[in-house]
C-alpha cells in the first residue's frame, strides 16, 4: 500500500504539501495541488485516518466510536450498530465499531476505542441491562443504547418495555380472550419486570386480575427454552388446554409454544391464540399463521443515540422508545 512518502517523491513536493493536499487544499497553488492529486490517484493512496487522529492527538468531532458489548454478533440487536451507520453517514459523519465480548478486559477495550480519538461514543449492549460505564468513557460525549449506567448519570435509550407489552396484552383481550397462560423471561430481567407491569395493567383495564392468572418465569440460560413445552402441557386437562391464548416473553418461546400446541392438535388463533415479543429478525412471517408480536425499536434506539451524539445533546435522561405492536394472524 502506498505511503505519504511515496506520494510526495512522485508529486515532488515535501509531506507537509501533501499534508495540506489532504486536509487544507485551499491553501495550495492550483498547480500544485492537481499534482498532488495526480499522484494519488496514480498510487491508489488511502489516507491512514487514525494515524492522522493519533498525531494530532484530538478528537475527530464528526467520527462515533460504538462499544457494542455482544451486539454485532447477535442477530436481535445487529439494527443497532446498522443504524448508527446510516444515521451518521445521513449527516456526514463516520461511525466505527470496537465489538467488547463478556470474557474481554473492559480496560483495554475501551483503551482501544480510544486510541481512534472519536468525538463521541455510543455504548450499546445485546439484550436490555444494566452496565458500569467505565469513567474513561465519560471524558467524551457519551450516550447509552440499549442499557442503562448502573452508577454515573448517562443519558440512555432503551426500549419501553411497559408500553409495548400493554399494547400487545390490550389487543388480545380486545379481540375477547380472558384465560391467557403468560410465560416470562427469567425474573431477573429487568425487561421482565417492566413487561410484567404493561401486561398487569392491560389486564386491569379489561377488569381481569392479573394475580389469578398462571404466570410461568423461564429459568436464566438459553438451555431453558427446552422447559417450555413441559411449562404449556402443565396447563393442559384431558388433553384440552386450560387457557385461551398464551403471552410468551419472546418470539423463541412463541417458537416452541406453537410446535407444542399444533402437536396437540390445538389450532391457533382458533382455539388459542399466541402473543410474541421482539420481532426477532426474519422469522415472525414464517410462523403458520404469522406471529403476532411487539417489535423491539433497535434501529430507532440507533438512530436517536447517534442523533444524540451529532446534536450534540447534554441531557442524561433515560428515553423510553416505543415498541410498536405488529398485529398478524395468531390473534
Same mark, same amino acid.
Given at each position: 500500500?502506498a505511503s505519504?512518502?511515496d ?7 515535501s509531506l ?11 491553501r495550495?497553488r492550483a498547480?500544485?495541488?492537481?499534482r ?10 488511502? %489516507?491512514d485516518?487514525s ?5 494530532g ?5 464528526n467520527?462515533i ?5 455482544d ?7 445487529v ?10 453517514r ?8 470496537v465489538?467488547?465480548?463478556?470474557d474481554d478486559?473492559?480496560e483495554?477495550?475501551?483503551?482501544l476505542l480510544?486510541s481512534?480519538?472519536p468525538?463521541?461514543i455510543?455504548?450499546?449492549?445485546m439484550g436490555?441491562?444494566?452496565v458500569?460505564? %467505565? ?5 467524551l ?6 442499557c ?19 399494547d400487545? @396484552?390490550r389487543?388480545?383481550m ?5 384465560? %391467557?397462560?403468560?410465560l416470562?423471561l %427469567? ?7 417492566r ?8 389486564c386491569?383495564?379489561a ?10 418465569y423461564?429459568e436464566l440460560?438459553?438451555?431453558?427454552y427446552?422447559?417450555?413445552?413441559a411449562m404449556?402441557l402443565a ?10 391464548? @398464551? ?27 399466541v402473543?410474541?415479543?421482539?420481532n426477532?429478525?426474519g422469522i ?8 403476532s ?18 446534536n450534540?445533546?447534554?441531557?442524561k435522561?433515560?428515553?423510553? @422508545?416505543?415498541?410498536?405492536w405488529?398485529p398478524?394472524?395468531s390473534i
Open positions: 500500500m505519504l512518502k506520494v510526495a517523491k512522485l508529486a515532488n513536493v507537509m504539501t501533501v499534508s495540506r493536499a489532504l486536509n487544507t487544499p485551499e495550495l498547480d500544485t495541488l492537481t498532488v492529486q495526480a499522484a494519488i490517484d496514480k498510487l491508489n493512496y488511502v %489516507p485516518i494515524a492522522k487522529k493519533v498525531r492527538s484530538h478528537a475527530t468531532q467520527t466510536g460504538v462499544l457494542a458489548l451486539t454485532v454478533t447477535t442477530p436481535f440487536s439494527e443497532i450498530t446498522l443504524s448508527i451507520e446510516e444515521t451518521a445521513a449527516h456526514g459523519w463516520n461511525s466505527f465499531v465489538n467488547m465480548f463478556s478486559c473492559p483495554m477495550i475501551v483503551d480510544l481512534h480519538r468525538g463521541g455510543i455504548y450499546t449492549t436490555l441491562r444494566q458500569p460505564v %467505565p469513567a474513561k468513557l465519560l471524558t460525549p457519551c450516550v447509552l443504547a440499549n442503562e449506567s448502573l452508577h454515573e448519570a448517562v443519558a440512555s435509550y432503551i426500549p419501553d418495555d411497559q408500553q409495548g407489552q400493554y400487545g @396484552v389487543a388480545l380486545a379481540a375477547g380472550y380472558r384465560h %391467557p397462560l403468560c416470562h %427469567p425474573a431477573n430481567h429487568i425487561a421482565a419486570a413487561r410484567r407491569q404493561g401486561l398487569e395493567q392491560a386491569r383495564e377488569d381481569i386480575d392479573p394475580d389469578r392468572l398462571t404466570h410461568c423461564m440460560g438459553d438451555e431453558h427446552r422447559d417450555i413445552p404449556v396447563n393442559f386437562s384431558q388433553g384440552n388446554p386450560a387457557f385461551d391464548s @398464551v403471552i410468551c416473553g419472546n418470539d423463541r418461546m412463541a417458537f416452541l409454544v406453537y410446535q407444542t400446541l399444533l402437536a396437540q392438535g390445538v389450532r391457533i388463533p382458533e382455539d388459542v391464540a402473543l410474541g415479543y421482539d426477532m429478525v415472525g412471517d414464517l410462523f403458520l399463521p404469522p406471529l408480536t411487539v417489535q423491539l425499536p433497535h434501529y430507532e434506539i440507533g438512530r436517536l443515540s447517534a442523533l444524540h451524539i451529532i450534540g445533546d447534554a441531557h435522561n433515560t428515553v423510553y @422508545v416505543p415498541s410498536p405488529l398478524r394472524e
